[in-house]
């Protein structure tokens, strides 16, 4: 499976960004999805995460109420909306695939990841 994030850029804290990940080759509706991001001299962190079907998502304590993970499986596209950003959520972010299982935070555990979008949130 190859992943492609897009529609990272720089946006005023407060703001709104919606990134997009599109998926090639593999079964994309078999797969749960994930977003993290990773800034300068820190851990990659998780975000986000949604079930092969949609109905089940999970975000890190940092975005809960302010980000959304979706998917359109006929797109083979994952969506992460982000509201109300803010200057600590200036990272890379990376869309990520995992084959099996349930959820998880756990980078280490998906088996797919895409090149990254930059997000920059000004104060």
């Known amino acids: 499976v190859q992943l492609q994030a897009s529609g990272g850029g720089l946006v005023q804290a407060g703001g709104s960004l919606r990134l997009s990940c599109a998926a090639s080759?593999?079964?994309?509706?078999?797969?749960?999805l994930g977003w993290f991001r990773q800034a300068p001299g820190k851990e990659r962190e998780f975000v986000a995460a949604?079930?092969?079907?949609?109905?089940?998502?999970d975000y890190g304590d940092s975005v809960k109420g302010r980000f959304t993970i979706s998917r359109d499986n006929a797109k083979n596209t994952v969506y992460l909306q982000m509201n109300s950003l803010k200057p600590e959520g200036t990272a890379v972010y990376y869309c990520?695939?995992?084959?099996?299982?349930?959820?998880?935070?756990?980078?280490?555990?998906?088996?797919?990841w895409g090149q990254g979008t930059q997000v920059t949130v000004s104060s």
């Open positions: 949604i079930s092969w079907s949609g109905v089940t998502t």
């Open positions: 990520a695939a995992r084959r099996l299982g349930l959820l998880t935070h756990q980078a280490t555990s998906y088996d797919y």
């Open positions: 080759g593999g079964t994309f509706s078999s797969y749960a």
